[in-house]
């Protein structure tokens, strides 16, 4: 059950060398995670759009946010991405962030999902083993300097007890009833503190969802209107086919929306 | 067992394809003073004999916790017992701190049974001279195992090793259809028995023996000196009681002497290597 890290040379921290093997600043990039517990398990949604950072020019020693310093902003590069993928039989997880870094992380947790069935004893890792080693990845990966870019969202079911974490690039990590990365921090998290109740069901749960990601649709620029929804329970997973949500664009604000701000030219 | 042209090395096969220096480790076991373990469905309980030198010497530690869940008991030589529970804890807690979940028993087992295949198979390492009772829970429950010096495990409702644990088998084989569904009390009622047994009429007193519990929703613990003198008060008044009652205790009293022969390397003492 052991993982390869990339290894540094020597001066890892200082020589442009060593800078080409590890992550500065994300280029290829998904946007938030929305999730919540529900009466039978977690539900969790993603939209399907990533961006790629263009022409970047380096800032040395910079430690930025999601967005790069150095880049002329970024395009709607793919359209098509799945970002929550099942982990084992009891776990689901969903990544924001650098995509390179979450296919890596991706197959870190195959290894350890295999041989954790190559044992065949009747033992399983539930969701919050896998939380908490995912935990220890990405701490570990931030004390060398070397930050797998993602912010992670882990939820699943194991023996009808339900559980919902998050692990940040810098191994900050917390379990919580919802949970949302990026934008959906602001965003969609004050409608789920408002809203989320222990008992909702299905349907309900999704609506909840849906809520908070039409709202980050019209305000996150890195959104796109194509969703997915995957749900965890004692059963299994499963992932919705990808759909949109009805928007609203017919408000007065923007019909005219320089109106409050006429330049002079 | 005697003395032959392929016992020097522990790389070295007899023609009838035996590793006789890993024999020679199994023998070491049954030099150790006797270590019992069973198992209920929820519930694990190692109970040891304790053997000082001297009366001026204290007795040696041959119960280690390992883990919350998790106890082992040696027989043998006590210091590659003491290094292997180290190695035991170490890979516990190790899982735990990845993981935050405790380590399933059967897998720490399998990585002692790894541990001790190693020795057997260098030419420049001796096999381990100790025989370990592990019992732990898992997701499936209680479970209790047993690790020889030859790398082999096995899973067992109750067993006992070391010397003259041949009589705590032979009480263990009678009762242990018992034990799935058996109380906790029961449980360690058994196991007190069963070190009784080894002790071939000497009085069982609960300075004599050490007995540690684990189970669901019951991290791993000794259980103190009063605790055990008051379950062996509750037998041995029957067993004192020679007016035919029918208890448990006057069965055993019967028994006992009955057993006295049966020692598993002979009535030999516990050897020095021990200590």
Same mark, same amino acid.
């Given at each position: ?11 890892? $921290? ?11 600043? =994300?280029?290829?990039?998904? @946007? ?18 990533? $961006? !790629?950072? +263009? ?20 395009? %709607? ?14 776990? $689901? ?12 992380? $991706?197959?870190?947790?195959?290894? %350890?999902? %295999? ?11 539930? =969701?919050?083993?896998? *939380? ?5 990845? !990405?701490?570990? /990966? ?11 969202? %882990? ?6 007890? +339900? ?5 940040? !690039? ?7 009833? *919802?949970?949302? @990365?990026?934008?959906?921090? *602001? ?5 789920? /503190? ?45 992932? +919705? ?13 923007? *019909?005219?929306? @320089?109106?409050?701000?006429?330049? +002079?030219? | ?106 897998? &720490? ?27 732990? &829970? ?5 479970? &209790? ?62 300075? &004599? ?67």
């Amino acid at each position: 059950m052991t993982f390869t890290i990339p290894i540094d040379n020597g001066d890892a $921290l200082k020589n442009a060398e060593a800078d080409s093997q590890r992550t500065l600043y =994300p280029y290829v990039t998904g @946007t938030s995670i929305v999730a919540i517990k529900y009466k039978d398990g977690v539900l969790m949604a993603s939209d399907m759009g990533v $961006l !790629m950072a +263009s022409s970047l020019c380096k800032f040395k020693g910079f430690m930025v946010d999601n967005e790069c310093a150095g880049s002329y902003g970024s395009t %709607l590069r793919y359209k098509n991405i799945e970002r929550v993928k099942a982990i084992g039989k009891h776990s $689901l997880l969903g990544a924001s962030g650098e995509i390179s870094d979450f296919q890596e992380i $991706l197959r870190y947790l195959d290894e %350890l999902v %295999l041989n954790d069935n190559m044992w065949d004893d009747g033992n399983s890792l539930g =969701p919050k083993e896998v *939380h908490n080693y995912l935990t220890r990845v !990405m701490y570990n /990966r931030r004390n060398k300097f070397n930050p797998l870019w993602n912010t992670l969202v %882990l939820g699943g079911v194991k023996n009808g007890e +339900s559980y919902l974490g998050m692990v940040s !690039m810098i191994g900050v990590s917390f379990e919580d009833n *919802h949970v949302a @990365t990026g934008f959906g921090n *602001h965003l969609a998290r004050p409608i789920l /503190r408002d809203e989320w109740r222990a008992d909702l069901s299905f349907e309900d749960g999704v609506k909840l969802l849906e809520k908070c990601m039409r709202v980050l649709l019209y305000r996150d620029r890195s959104a796109i209107n194509k969703l997915q929804i995957a749900k965890i329970t004692e059963e299994g997973v499963t992932v +919705s086919q990808p759909y949109s949500l009805k928007t609203f664009w017919e408000f007065q604000a923007f *019909h005219n929306p @320089t109106a409050g701000a006429q330049g +002079s030219w | 067992m005697f003395r032959n042209q392929y016992d020097t090395d522990v790389t070295t096969w007899s023609p009838t394809g035996r590793l006789f220096q890993v024999e020679y480790a199994m023998e070491a076991v049954k030099q150790g003073s006797a270590a019992i373990g069973l198992r209920s469905r929820s519930h694990v309980v190692l109970a040891c004999v304790n053997k000082a030198q001297s009366e001026l010497s204290s007795h040696q530690k041959k119960i280690f916790k390992v883990d919350d869940h998790i106890g082992v008991a040696i027989a043998g030589l006590t210091a590659d017992g003491r290094v292997l529970s180290r190695y035991m804890r170490s890979e516990a807690i190790n899982h735990s701190f990845t993981y935050e979940s405790p380590l399933p028993v059967g897998r &720490l087992v399998v990585h002692l049974a790894d541990k001790a295949q190693v020795c057997t198979q260098r030419s420049w390492k001796r096999p381990y001279g100790v025989g370990l009772l592990v019992g732990g &829970l898992d997701e499936s429950g209680a479970h &209790l195992y047993y690790n020889c010096p030859s790398g082999n495990y096995f899973e067992y409702q109750a067993f006992a090793i070391g010397s003259r644990s041949q009589a705590a088998k032979t009480y263990l084989e009678r009762r242990f259809e018992s034990f799935g569904d058996a109380s906790r009390e029961d449980l360690i009622k058994d196991a007190i028995l069963a070190v009784r047994e080894t002790l071939q009429g000497e009085t069982l007193k609960s300075s &004599l023996c050490t007995v540690s519990v684990l189970g669901v929703g019951e991290p791993f613990h000794f259980l103190d000196q009063e605790t055990i003198q008051k379950v062996i008060d509750t037998f041995e008044k029957v067993a004192e009681d020679e007016e035919g009652e029918a208890g448990e205790g006057d069965a055993e009293a019967a028994a006992a002497p009955a057993e006295q022969g049966g020692g598993g390397a002979g009535d030999q003492d516990v050897a020095p290597m021990e200590m």
